[in-house]
């Protein structure tokens, strides 16, 4: 079974600042999704960024980008210029491109502070 | 174009008590995932409908289940209801094999 492990329970950044929230995960797989899912008080999941694992090249959205290492099964999320609507519980999350399931498999979450 | 809707927002219920939460995907998705999140287990997978049809599970007991119907609706039930159902479930939805899951607001169950 894959498991995706965020170690970090809590970060903070002051505003304008750059941080990076880490991720692992564990699969037999060799074609699979990654994904950062952002969570703010509202509830109200919001994808931030998706990995496609056969790609090479990383990922980017605005100021978002991530560090994928397929070999370490290492996926972490860059944001730069931190906003204080970036505050918020940021979800590593795993999906299988196998047997056509949407499931998808979350890590613990990291809530992230950012500071004027 | 209409998100994801998941009705009612909160819920309180008694121990015992059987509780049904409704999910309205948006146009055109069929598939619906939900999901159980905690503060102790994170967020956990429940189940997966895609046409009418339950194509995943996740590991709960079998007091949770749920159903979709052909309008790709999903509804998910809770029977004889514990204190440790206490969570917030929230639903998504997709196009099939889609690279992305769409989430509702969720709905805020209390068990007292």
């Known amino acids: 079974a894959q498991t995706v492990t965020q170690s970090q329970p809590e970060m903070s950044v002051q505003e304008a600042e750059t941080v990076t929230l880490s991720c692992t995960y564990d699969?037999?797989?060799?074609?699979?999704?990654l994904f950062w899912y952002k969570q703010p008080p509202s509830r109200q999941m919001i994808l931030v960024i998706r990995?496609?694992?056969?790609?090479?090249q990383n990922a980017t959205e605005n100021r978002f980008s991530v560090n994928f290492q397929k070999a370490a099964k290492s996926f972490s999320l860059k944001i730069s210029d931190s906003q204080l609507g970036d505050a918020a519980m940021y979800f590593c999350?795993?999906?299988?491109?196998?047997?056509?399931?949407?499931?998808?498999?979350f890590g613990k979450g990291m809530k992230l502070t950012v500071n004027p | 174009k209409a998100g994801v809707t998941q009705t009612p927002r909160y819920l309180i219920k008694t121990r015992g008590q059987q509780v049904t939460l409704s999910c309205s995907p948006i146009?055109?998705?069929?598939?619906v995932s939900w999901y159980q999140q905690t503060p102790g287990q994170g967020l956990q997978f429940l189940f997966e409908?895609?046409?009418?049809?339950?194509?995943n599970k996740g590991n709960f007991p079998g007091r949770f289940s749920g159903r979709q119907f052909s309008n790709s609706r999903s509804e998910m039930n809770v029977s004889t209801l514990e204190l440790g159902d206490s969570a917030l479930y929230l639903c998504?939805?997709?196009?099939?094999?889609?690279?992305?899951?769409?989430f509702g607001q969720g709905t805020r169950l209390t068990v007292v």
């Open positions: 699969t037999s797989e060799s074609d699979y999704y």
């Open positions: 999350a795993y999906r299988t491109t196998q047997g056509g399931s949407e499931k998808l498999v």
């Open positions: 146009s055109g998705h069929r598939s």
């Open positions: 409908y895609f046409s009418e049809t339950q194509r």
């Open positions: 998504a939805s997709s196009l099939d094999r889609a690279t992305e899951a769409f």
């Open positions: 990995q496609e694992a056969y790609k090479q």
